[in-house]
């Protein structure tokens, strides 16, 4: 089964009655949020979200397991100076999650900034733990990045690395497919990025997929996102993904740019389907 969204918002008045009804609109099967302000850790509480209203109309069309909540990109579990905010973060995010049954909680690993790699990861995976033991049933999933600037995990042995470190079922990745070009991982040569996927066992631990275009060079490490067919990956090669048997029932999730001061998921959705 193909399952496909994009980000949605989640705000006043109506949060995740109001994110999930605009997902139907766009003709989708999943969604994903960010419980508050991408930039900010400032977040409402759960009695607001209009959870029963959404249980009553929508659960059926898409499940709460189907909703992916998106960490916001200010926290950085894998700096010694800032992990301690945001392990305390990242624990009432998912207290939050478990209160509408989502699953998948995406995270950026973060940046070694004047750290050494090696130390930043080594704390990296003590937060990752730590959340886990202080949390239940969310599982936590580490984004492929572009490996902009001091950025973690841009490539796929960094990733496997550290879950088969972790060594738990509730650790996983998002592939987000600008990020992996823009990291050096040629997706047009389909059949060899697969066969990467599978070498390096990523493909094992993925469960849910970020498809944008992307409007810089194979390898620039820019991480700019570009409409579905309008950037250097094209359409051809982001379909293939999206009906590939290896990602069926993964959620697929776009995350691509407004046009003209508007989403327009929903043609993309149906450019993507083959629809149009």
Not at 131 to 157: D, H, P
Not at 241 to 255: G, M, S, T
Request: glycine share 6%; charged share 25%; net charge positive.
């Amino acid at each position: 089964m193909i399952k496909i969204g994009s980000h949605v918002p989640f705000k006043k008045p109506d949060y995740l009655f109001g994110a999930i009804q605009k997902s139907l609109k766009n003709k989708a099967n999943t969604a994903m949020v960010f419980l508050g302000p991408p930039q900010s850790t400032l977040r409402v509480k759960p009695e607001n979200y209009k959870f029963e209203e959404y249980k009553k109309q929508f659960a059926k069309q898409i499940l709460p397991e189907d909703i992916i909540v998106h960490a916001p990109y200010i926290i950085n579990p894998a700096n010694p100076e800032k992990a301690a905010f945001s392990n305390d973060f990242l624990v009432r995010e998912i207290e939050k999650m478990n209160y509408i049954g989502a699953k998948f909680l995406v995270l950026h690993p973060g940046f070694f900034t004047t750290f050494s790699p090696k130390d930043a990861k080594k704390q990296l995976i003590i937060s990752l733990k730590s959340i886990l033991i202080r949390t239940k049933n969310v599982i936590l999933l580490l984004e492929t990045m572009s490996g902009k600037g001091t950025e973690m995990c841009a490539s796929f042995e960094e990733i496997v690395e550290i879950i088969e470190t972790i060594n738990s079922p509730r650790i996983g990745v998002c592939m987000d497919t600008c990020h992996v070009w823009d990291a050096g991982y040629n997706i047009k040569k389909y059949y060899e990025f697969r066969v990467k996927l599978t070498e390096t066992r990523l493909v094992n631990y993925l469960k849910v997929i970020h498809l944008n275009d992307s409007l810089s060079a194979l390898g620039s490490r820019k991480d700019r996102h570009a409409n579905i067919g309008k950037g250097f990956i094209g359409l051809e090669t982001l379909q293939k993904i999206v009906h590939d048997p290896l990602f069926d029932n993964i959620p697929i999730i776009l995350e691509t740019p407004y046009v003209d001061g508007k989403p327009i998921y929903d043609k993309e959705i149906e450019l993507l389907l083959g629809k149009s």
